[in-house]
């Protein structure tokens, strides 16, 4: 019990900690990120941090990791509620969108910043984040090749075009919402998405009217 009690623990104050550096990581950016940053921020001691990350990169590396975790709990699996289809495409653009401006994070998108941020960075850093939107990116086109092969998009929409415009809209919407005013920023990018599925569909009936 004793020893199951103390790996409850740890596990509490690696998810906290996790928590605390993703936050952090969309302001300061992943590479500020720092053990001692993140132990002020918690008021924990740096040492004790060491029990679960030995190095920035290995810090770094598990924030991407409960970033993604977050974004499927978040905004990928409510979505997946929606009738598979252009429906669910249309959902997890929403979705997306939804928890861009709910505040989730305060700076906004972690995956944006920090693939902006690691771009012309090569490593491992760079590399997983590139793996985690290559896996983002066939998702996207997973769903758009289902509609087609529904009926419910004409049969000559390219699902990797449909994929690549859905995440530009999501990208772009977040990158000029603190700038350009989110409620509009954020209709837009709905609207948009919505507009390109209406004219694609054979019956735009199954689609809301409106965002």
């Not at 990158?175 to 990018?189: I, R, V, Y």
Request: charged share 20%.
């Amino acid at each position: 019990m004793t020893t199951d009690g103390r790996l409850a623990r740890g596990e509490r104050t690696r998810v906290a900690v996790l928590d605390q550096a993703l936050l952090l990581a969309t302001v300061a950016g992943l590479d500020g990120l720092s053990l001692n940053q993140v132990a002020e921020a918690l008021g924990v001691s740096k040492s004790g941090l060491f029990a679960h990350w030995r190095s920035k990169e290995s810090l770094q590396l598990a924030v991407i990791e409960h970033a993604r975790r977050q974004w499927t709990d978040l905004v990928i699996r409510p979505a997946l509620r929606e009738p598979a289809g252009v429906r669910r495409l249309w959902a997890v653009h929403l979705s997306r969108l939804r928890f861009y401006e709910d505040g989730v994070l305060p700076g906004g998108c972690f995956f944006a910043n920090a693939q902006f941020e690691f771009n012309a960075r090569p490593g491992v850093i760079r590399d997983r984040l590139a793996q985690v939107l290559g896996e983002w990116m066939a998702f996207l086109t997973t769903l758009a090749a289902d509609a087609v092969d529904r009926g419910e998009l004409d049969p000559g929409v390219d699902p990797g075009r449909l994929a690549y415009q859905t995440e530009s809209l999501g990208v772009c919407a977040v990158m000029q919402a603190p700038l350009m005013g989110a409620e509009a920023t954020f209709l837009q990018a709905k609207r948009s998405l919505l507009d390109q599925l209406h004219a694609l569909a054979p019956d735009p009936t199954i689609l809301p009217e409106e965002p």
